[in-house]
């Protein structure tokens, strides 16, 4: 079976290596370099706090595979707890953590309530005097993505998948077919696996998806402390420690951004609250702005329902995107997923693409948000 993947970020390359592996014969085309998309830019944030069974199966499986693959070429799953939590005055989030909890337990999650001074005593970098409920995951960790999208398409070369960069592929169907500047190729199926570009690439084949693209952002902080990765519902913030000290996201901008023309750099005020927001939160270290070691921002991709589009749109063309911000962590299991549907072994029925028109209105919500 030929297959054609376009996209070379962390989905493209596992639902590459995994086609591959199972021995279809794979083309791969990247309009720039392996994880030069959303993948590079993402947080490494990796975790399976998920409460709806599917949502579960999904995040258990990834994170299944990160461990398997951890080793391979410089990719490294490193175990760190995920801790979430929601401050006082804020019922209305803690409330929404009381409720969670016992259902992601319901769904086999290794969750439980943690209690604030447990917290203090297992954390002393973190001032957590405002906390009061908190949640922790133990199946969880962090890693840089880039060096798993490099380990997979490099563990996808080797089973015999052909990896072009700097080839941005156009998409057409009645035949199925992958356009790229050398010329056509016909595959028996194409996956659509362009990340923020994949309403576009869609969109030119003829074919409309509710997908859009928006901008969240990230800074690294040049502090030693040493945190759990942290998600204050209250704020929407998240932390965890990073090579350079400490990392911080959230940023969001709740528009479409277009794929094409939007702000790498990351905002002023957006240094300016994580530098509060972490001076407030890290019990001893004073966090200044001129600890700030680099600040970016990169797109994620929203869909009506929150949940991905994830399978067969017309004969033979599949479509693997809509993450909603919590594409990386499930990677390892999306990937695998389209892999196994375009084989006709598998897929995921409750992100079936279909469950769309494509015209659908609606706004863009963060990923991590508990309501
Ligand atoms: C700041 C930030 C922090 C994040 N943190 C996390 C986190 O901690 N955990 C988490 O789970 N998720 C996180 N995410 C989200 C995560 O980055 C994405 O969900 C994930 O990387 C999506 O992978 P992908 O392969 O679907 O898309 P991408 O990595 O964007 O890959 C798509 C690829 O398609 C290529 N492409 C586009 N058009 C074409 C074309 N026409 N022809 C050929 N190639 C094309 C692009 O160049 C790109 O390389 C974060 C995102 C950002 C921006």
């Known amino acids: 079976m030929r297959v054609g993947v376009v996209g070379g970020g962390a989905v493209g390359v596992t639902a590459a290596r995994d086609l591959a592996v199972r021995g279809a014969d794979v083309t791969l085309l990247e309009k720039g370099d392996i994880g030069s998309g959303s993948t590079g830019r993402a947080s490494g944030l990796l975790y399976d706090a998920f409460a709806a069974p599917e949502d579960a199966r999904v995040g258990d499986r990834a994170i299944e595979r990160f461990r398997d693959f951890s080793g391979t070429g410089d990719?490294?799953?490193?175990?760190?707890?995920?801790?979430?939590?929601?401050?006082?005055?804020?019922?209305?989030?803690?409330?929404?953590?009381?409720?969670?909890?016992?259902?992601?337990?319901?769904?086999?999650?290794?969750?439980?309530?943690?209690?604030?001074?447990?917290?203090?005593?297992?954390?002393?970098?973190?001032?957590?005097?405002?906390?009061?409920?908190?949640?922790?995951?133990?199946?969880?960790?962090?890693?840089?993505?880039?060096?798993?999208?490099?380990?997979?398409?490099?563990?996808?070369?080797?089973?015999?998948?052909?990896?072009?960069?700097?080839?941005?592929?156009?998409?057409r169907t009645d035949p199925l077919r992958v356009v790229t500047a050398d010329g056509e190729t016909r595959f028996d199926a194409v996956v659509v696996a362009a990340g923020a570009h994949t309403k576009r690439v869609l969109a030119d084949a003829g074919i409309a998806v509710p997908l859009k693209p928006y901008r969240v952002q990230a800074l690294t902080v040049d502090v030693d402390a040493d945190v759990p990765m942290l998600y204050d519902a209250t704020e929407g913030y998240y932390l965890r420690t990073h090579p350079t000290g400490v990392l911080g996201g959230d940023g969001t901008e709740y528009v479409e951004s277009d794929p094409d023309d939007w702000k790498r750099a990351g905002d002023d005020d957006f240094r300016e609250t994580m530098v509060e927001r972490l001076d407030r939160r890290l019990a001893e270290d004073a966090v200044a702005e001129s600890d700030v070691e680099r600040t970016w921002a990169g797109l994620c991709t929203a869909t009506p329902d929150r949940d991905p589009l994830l399978g067969e749109l017309r004969d033979g063309l599949y479509v693997a995107a809509g993450w909603q911000g919590h594409g990386f962590m499930r990677t390892p299991a999306l990937g695998e997923a389209v892999a196994l549907d375009v084989l006709g072994e598998g897929g995921i029925p409750e992100f079936d693409p279909t469950r769309f028109d494509g015209d659908e209105e609606f706004d863009v919500v963060e990923g991590m948000t508990v309501e």
């Open 75 to 171: 990719f490294e799953f490193v175990e760190t707890p995920y801790v979430w939590f929601a401050r006082e005055g804020d019922e209305r989030r803690a409330t929404a953590i009381r409720e969670q909890v016992p259902r992601m337990q319901a769904a086999g999650r290794d969750v439980e309530f943690a209690d604030a001074a447990d917290l203090a005593e297992r954390y002393p970098a973190l001032d957590v005097d405002d906390v009061v409920v908190a949640a922790v995951a133990r199946n969880a960790g962090r890693t840089d993505p880039a060096t798993y999208a490099t380990a997979m398409a490099d563990a996808a070369e080797e089973a015999d998948a052909e990896i072009r960069t700097d080839a941005p592929a156009a998409v």
